[in-house]
């Protein structure tokens, strides 16, 4: 089981701004910290913008910021929406779906209520939970 | 959150071989089925051999079969195996990890449990209770 590339960046740029001295930052200043593709951030803050995750504020002075408090910000649903089309299976695909076996299979239920066990866990995380670790990063710089 | 190909196809194999007329086919026969590459199916049936999940028999009247009755094969501990190395998210890679906050991150530990969960739910089920799928799928053909 992986997370997507887009939901790992989700999450670190809500980590990142949960902990940034004035509560904003750059996209250029997220992806120069991780070292992680700017163009691809701007899809995620695309994104989170649009949920209601991220205020994105243009212009001179402008940037990023958490649009609710982070304890406010649940894990599990960030996840539901960042993972949103990529499916466990090809089971779970219902147009396009090759497998012999569609409709027919039990595979399906079971991996849906093991899912299920797994958003649950993560809907008792809020942003508050997963935060400090880039102030600590930033504070202890990495051995390069 | 998304299963390699290899689980998938691991899956599709045991599945097939439960309900097998005489209780083995070959690789070929289990790649025709479900249309998809018999390369990757050797690869597959190579690990579950190795595991002992099942039996590959070489030459004439040779084939695939199981090992164990389908009771006795865990979907929880056969997808451990599969997924194997694929990892949740780069927070998990113990080595080349190039996150900045790795081992300063409260984010692995709740993935870490999320997934424990996942898996939890899977060792509830064994091969018998994902049977018959494809025997009902050679019964009534697909409609293409």
């Known amino acids: 089981m992986r997370l997507t590339t887009f939901t790992d960046y989700s999450l670190r740029v809500l980590m990142y701004l949960a902990d940034a001295p004035v509560g904003r930052a750059t996209i250029a200043e997220v992806a120069g910290f991780y070292a992680i593709s700017e163009a ?11 949920e209601g995750i991220l205020r994105n504020t243009r212009g001179r002075g402008g940037g990023i910021e958490l649009a609710r408090a982070p304890r406010a910000i649940s894990i599990g649903r960030t996840v539901r929406l960042t993972e949103g089309l990529d499916l466990p299976a090809e ?6 779906n090759t497998c012999k076996l569609a409709g027919r299979c039990r595979l399906e239920r079971a991996l849906g209520k093991a899912l299920g066990k797994f958003y649950e866990v993560l809907d008792g995380y809020t942003l508050q939970d997963l935060r400090r670790a880039t102030a600590r990063a930033a504070a202890q710089p990495s051995e390069e």
């Open 91 to 96: 089971c779970f695909a219902r147009e396009r």
């Open 40 to 50: 691809h951030l701007v899809k995620v803050v695309h994104l989170l913008g649009r």
